[in-house]
Each structure stands twice: as C-alpha cells, then as structure tokens.
C-alpha cells in the first residue's frame, strides 16, 4: 500500500514515515500546501497543520479515491470537530497515529 503524508512538521513525518515503512508500506511525504499532490491508497493528514482549506485537500483526496487518516492532538477538540476531520474517514489523536496506526491503516479499502 502506498501512504501519502500531508505534514509541514518535520518531526511528525519522520516518525510516521518510519512507522509505515515498518509495517512494510510504502510512505511518501509532501506538504499540504503542494501544487500536485501524489497519487496513493491512504492519506494521513495533519489536522493542525498551518494551511488553509485543509478541508479542500481532502476533499480532493476523497474524491481521488484516497482514503484520508486526519490526526491532532487530544486535547484540540475543535480541530477534531473541523470540516476537515468531518470529511475524513477516520480521525486519530496523535498518539492513536503513533502508536495504532496499524489497525487504521488495516481498515484502508484497497482496490486493484
């Protein structure tokens, strides 16, 4: 499976990189802000990230056939409560992204 990461933070896109990597997928990184986004089965999006329209990107991602993981923090109640998240499959606190992306990842629909 092939996962897209929308991340303008450093440190969280190293960090899920290795953990798709070592569940035996193949990550891609770019930034919610790109002008072209790749194409992929799964997205993991960044709820709290910088950009605007997030709710745009992913809609964009859906509506490609790109199953959208939305993640944040636990205590930012309004950014799980977002358009964005609204749009997403599935929405993950940051900790749930670290440490069961496994099990979210497994509920991705992949159509050959």
Same mark, same amino acid.
């Given at each position: 499976?092939?996962?897209?990461?929308?991340?303008?933070?450093?440190?969280?896109?190293?960090?899920?990189?290795?953990?798709?990597? *070592?569940?035996?997928? &193949?990550?891609?990184?770019? @930034? /919610?802000? %790109? #002008?072209?986004?790749? +194409?992929?089965?799964?997205?993991?999006?960044?709820?709290?990230?910088?950009?605007?329209?997030?709710?745009?990107?992913?809609?964009?991602?859906?509506?490609?056939?790109?199953?959208?993981?939305?993640?944040? *923090?636990?205590?930012? &109640?309004?950014?799980?409560? @977002? /358009?964005? %998240? #609204?749009?997403?499959? +599935?929405?993950?606190?940051?900790?749930?992204?670290?440490?069961?992306?496994?099990?979210?990842?497994?509920?991705?629909?992949?159509?050959?």
């Amino acid at each position: 499976m092939t996962v897209l990461i929308l991340e303008d933070n450093l440190l969280w896109s190293a960090r899920l990189k290795r953990t798709i990597e *070592g569940l035996g997928h &193949r990550a891609l990184v770019a @930034s /919610p802000l %790109a #002008a072209e986004i790749p +194409q992929a089965d799964a997205a993991i999006v960044n709820l709290s990230a910088a950009a605007p329209n997030l709710d745009v990107v992913v809609t964009a991602l859906r509506e490609r056939g790109i199953h959208v993981i939305g993640h944040a *923090g636990h205590k930012e &109640r309004e950014v799980h409560e @977002s /358009p964005a %998240a #609204a749009l997403c499959d +599935q929405v993950l606190t940051n900790s749930q992204a670290t440490y069961k992306l496994e099990a979210a990842l497994a509920l991705v629909d992949i159509r050959v």
